[in-house]
């Protein structure tokens, strides 16, 4: 499995920007789809935003599709979610997976995550 570390999450008003980023501690990073989720409190976990192996194809859920952006770096062995415009209804816990075949939006199908990161968009 790979090991993989969030950071970038915090506190925003409502319209702001935050970046997150998704660390690996592997250096065939390049070969893993990378998928971004989140889960808030008493719900599932959701598709947010997945990326293939060479950043060659993106999916976006449709409640973050025109305000999120994915993107991932093979030599630094990172990927990113830049969120603008951000909204009260995307506070969340924000996980990175990592899978080796699966490119679509079952959680369930990702075996390795990272320990998550909080964001919050105050009102």
């Known amino acids: 499995q790979v090991q993989l570390v969030e950071s970038g999450g915090g506190l925003v008003q409502a319209g702001g920007s935050l970046r997150l980023s998704c660390a690996a501690s592997i250096r065939t990073f390049g070969t893993y789809v990378i998928g971004w989720f989140r889960q808030a409190p008493g719900k599932e976990r959701e598709f947010v935003a997945v990326i293939t192996w060479n950043g060659a194809r993106k999916y976006y859920a449709d409640s973050v599709k025109g305000r999120f952006t994915i993107s991932r770096d093979d030599v630094q062995n990172t990927a990113a979610l830049q969120m603008n415009n951000l909204k009260p209804e995307d506070t969340a816990i924000y996980y990175c997976?990592?899978?080796?075949?699966?490119?679509?939006?079952?959680?369930?199908?990702?075996?390795?995550w990272g320990q998550g990161t909080q964001v919050t968009v105050s009102s």
């Open positions: 997976g990592a899978s080796k075949f699966y490119s679509g939006t079952d959680p369930n199908r990702f075996p390795s």
